[in-house]
């Protein structure tokens, strides 16, 4: 078989393909292995009971029914709930929306493919230009994105200690460089996978440089606010005809809809529609009928401060109390638990590979994700990209506590092998 450079770049070995398989086998498959790899959302009953009472709703209405199967949405998405959110976003924080400032895609890994491509790679004046995240480590998703070669360019961060086993990254602003080949510039918050959160200054200083540079700001808030809004410290809502907001639906407990959401100024918005009609014809109308009335309502910011943010943060503590248990007395890091559902470890001097450590908790029946992957971007060598792995806690907290039992078992062993 013959591919072309398309085909052999997305047919190769890449993070977010093996995170996905392993993700996908353990969920649906082997009941011995724990998962604290994947970003599945934890089941949270009364999230789940509302969802269903939504969807009875639409069973029930045949009008609904027939729009949800059965009519092609336009490419910017369905209108109703696009609306319905422009009404609460504007009401909520007064950002002066219009339906032109939003479209839907077929998930938030769909619209960040098609943003990334659109404002990087060779641009139609010769220039080639790319992605800057302010900081390594970022999604995993983002790395294989790219449709053109040294496509994100990324800084190593600050580590600032803030106790003996809890440490934060924050933005080098000294070395973080903006120049004529910058197209845009882009960070999740909370970040998938450490559970930073970039604080209101650190985000208001990247805007005014994207400003300067006349670029857009991509913030990645598919665990942030306003919704699912799983940040468990101060974070304000931001958005300016300068940002580009992307949310998602799937942590909020509606990940197989696959429902991003894009807010943007007009013209980026009828961009990116453009792109959507011709990759995927339209968007699919499941998550946003589903949450549409949740989103009329409000009831989408209560349901994620009362019941979706307590949830994790909640089983943030347990896990992080269990892991500060099990490697008492070993030479461990956690980066500060301040969003989405992950904990970042970071194991200095470890005498094994991240990815090493990774396969040996496989073997031992526990799944995390190598932290290496989470580097895109970053050019020089760090061994500290090698001594850290993220480790999911959305799942049951005894399967969790076990997991992380395991997991201790073997870092411990590691360093005592070291004599």
């Not at 230009?129 to 600050?158: K, S, W």
């Not at 499941?286 to 943010?309: C, Q």
């Not at 200095?348 to 995390?368: C, D, N």
Request: glycine share 8%; hydrophobic share 40%.
């Amino acid at each position: 078989m013959k591919l072309s450079a398309f085909g052999e770049k997305f047919t190769a070995n890449a993070g977010i393909t093996s995170l996905m398989d392993d993700l996908g086998n353990a969920m649906s498959g082997d009941a011995e292995m724990v998962m604290m790899g994947g970003g599945n959302p934890g089941y949270i009953p009364a999230i789940h009971q509302r969802l269903k009472e939504c969807m009875q709703q639409i069973l029930d209405n045949d009008q609904d029914f027939h729009h949800l199967v059965g009519v092609y949405d336009p490419p910017q998405g369905e209108k109703s709930f696009i609306s319905h959110l422009v009404r609460l976003l504007n009401n909520e924080f007064g950002w002066k929306l219009s339906e032109r400032n939003i479209a839907l895609t077929n998930g938030s890994q769909s619209a960040f493919f098609l943003l990334f491509n659109m404002f990087a790679g060779e641009g139609a004046d010769g220039v080639d230009r790319v992605i800057q995240l302010p900081m390594a480590p970022e999604y995993i998703g983002y790395a294989d994105a790219g449709l053109a070669p040294d496509f994100f360019h990324a800084t190593r961060p600050v580590i600032q200690q803030l106790d003996e086993h809890l440490f934060k990254y924050r933005v080098d602003f000294d070395k973080l460089s903006i120049n004529e080949n910058t197209g845009a510039i882009c960070v999740s918050r909370p970040t998938n996978p450490t559970g930073n959160v970039i604080t209101d200054d650190e985000l208001q200083t990247l805007d005014e440089m994207a400003r300067a540079r006349q670029v857009p700001l991509i913030i990645d808030g598919a665990y942030g606010t306003p919704f699912p809004n799983l940040i468990f410290s101060q974070a304000t809502p931001c958005w300016n005809e300068n940002i580009i907001l992307c949310l998602s639906l799937s942590k909020f407990g509606m990940p197989a809809a696959r429902t991003g959401i894009v807010i943007a100024r007009e013209d980026i918005i009828k961009a990116l529609s453009s792109v959507n009609a011709i990759v995927n014809l339209t968007t699919g109308s499941f998550g946003a009928m589903l949450a549409r009335e949740l989103v009329r309502t409000g009831e989408i910011l209560r349901l994620s401060n009362d019941v979706v943010r307590p949830f994790y943060q909640a089983k943030a503590l347990h896990a992080q109390n269990v892991l500060n248990r099990e490697l008492k007395g070993y030479p461990f890091m956690l980066h500060k638990p301040e969003g989405a559902m992950f904990l970042w470890l970071w194991l200095p001097g470890l005498p094994v590979s991240s990815q090493a450590l990774y396969e040996r908790l496989k073997a031992e029946g526990v799944l995390v994700v190598s932290g290496h992957y989470f580097f895109p971007g970053l050019k020089d060598v760090w061994q500290h990209s090698q001594e850290c792995i993220r480790i999911t806690y959305s799942q049951d907290d005894a399967v969790v506590e076990r997991g992380l039992m395991v997991l201790g078992s073997v870092v411990r062993g590691l360093y005592d092998a070291l004599g």
